[in-house]
């Protein structure tokens, strides 16, 4: 079992590769090689066992930057590489070549390479829906984008699909809730506050929220997602047609919810620790993510969410040896 | 107001191009320039009056083909050159490059020349839609493809709708329902039994139904197509958003009624003309075409169906110069 990643040195990359070491086997074989690729060399990681792991250093937009990698025939690629919304936004042609031509120039490889067996998996993203939405999403709403990522991600949906239907690949795509609690500091997501809302927190620091407090968020913690990323290797190819995208079931939550959660876990002092600074600019943006679905499809295909926020919080307190106050 | 047209060698094409001469204006102002694009020279219109028209045969999917007229800044462009279905999913690579990427080649034109201002027009299909439908479709219903032809088109939408978004271009699609009846010969395409069970018999030919008579279909005359692709001009750009990209209002009938629509136009000779001969192959692949949509979005802009299938045997009928037998 051969899996290549793309996207390896990102915050899910990471995870994913931790998470496939500490398996040892996917689809019922062991994992004999792992190889990771991103535009910096990903990290090794610490005690791959009999797994030989190459890290490779390239620029996935460079015509036939994949042969090499594709060449070696991967069972199973799960390709996370992506230019993310703001930066996608800010320049369509860079957006463009990252997110929609090296998906197309990696399923052309495999087409090249007859990987027709070959089981692709590609995140996408609640961005990808947008417009006059209902108040319940679910698998058969049409996603009319807002911005260049989204429409990006669509066109890499309707592509994957395309060639699995053809049977040029084995391909499926996941639509990503906001995943929450992210390790490490605040960036410049408008999606940000959502965990640093909790994470400064519960790391004893302070932290604003820029949003209303009954604002609706659709999320899954990043555990949640890595179990996706590994339980959409299994999944049989016959189970996902019609169609191979879909929303993953996260689950629905106000911000005043995970404050909530936050007092619950930590107390009033951590609690006390978020400052409420409303930011229409945020608002608006945040506001206009649809949050909520019904996830028919993922369920029935066998993805699991998280059975609630207190679990979400309680997985990142435990990660980071942190104890509740009310344990 | 110049008006470029790609396609324009094919059936809607010429006849788009009758409509803009015999109307003169388009946007509430004279029409002065044409410029037809197709793989073959489409013919010049007799009459053109002082409209000055300009035919050029070119491959649109050669780089830079269209750089010559988007250099002229032309007001309204008419996206209309297209690999049809069957070619498309027997061709795969030929399907990419003609629907796809010679579409978003246009709209690169468009960003390098300036074009802003310039209305974009292109027709996308009832082919967009497939997999676990809904028994009546609206303008949130999710687009899943079961075609290589769909699945492009649908691409095609979502960067067009992008490009519009950004303000490099003032694009909308229309998505054409079932075009009856067509005028010429049978031809390759599944849907031909639905013009010709028609056409022929009034012509006095036989013609032969391979499908069954309880089948819906979701119609709507060349006429009205023209007519909303001349109406897809008018629109305004503010009109249009979230989503760039409709269904037309197409009108829903079953065979049975088609034949009756033939009966009371031209009598039991006419009707007894049509042999049935059913063909599961091509039953298949008409029957999974949505037939039932809420076209509301295209109603709101204005855009207008066929009153009735009666309509659409007459006007049939009176271009031809046939009569109706209980006129």
Sequence with gaps: MHIAITGAAGFLGQRLVQQLIASGELRQQPITRLTLLDQVEAPLP???????????????????????VLEQRPDVIYHLAAVVSSAAEADLELGMRVNFDATRALLEGCRVQELTGTRLVMASSVAAYGGELPDVLNDMTALHPENSYGAQKAMCELLINDYSRRGLIDGLVL??????????????????????????????????????????????????????????????????????????????????EMLEALH???????????????????????????????????????????????????AFMSECGHKRVNA
């Design 175 to 256: 639509r990503l809730p906001t995943i929450v609690i992210r390790p490490g500091r605040p960036n410049a997501a408008a999606s940000s506050f959502a965990s640093s809302i909790l994470r400064e927190p519960l790391n004893g620091e302070a932290a604003v929220c820029p949003v209303p407090t009954d604002l609706a968020m659709f999320v899954m913690s990043p555990g949640k997602v890595v179990d996706a990323l590994l339980h959409g290797a299994e999944v049989p190819g016959e189970a996902l047609t019609p169609f191979r995208a879909f929303m993953l079931p996260g689950i629905t939550v106000t911000v005043a």
């Design 46 to 68: 610490e005690n791959p066992g009999s797994i030989l792991v190459m890290s490779i250093a390239l620029d996935i937009t460079a015509p036939g930057a994949l042969e090499c």
């Design 264 to 314: 619950e876990a930590a107390g009033e002092p951590a609690r006390s620790r978020v400052r409420h600074e409303p930011d229409p600019r945020i608002e608006a943006i945040v506001a206009s993510w649809p949050a909520r679905f019904e996830t028919t499809k993922a369920r029935q295909l066998g993805f699991v969410g998280d059975d609630s926020f207190k679990q979400i919080v309680d």
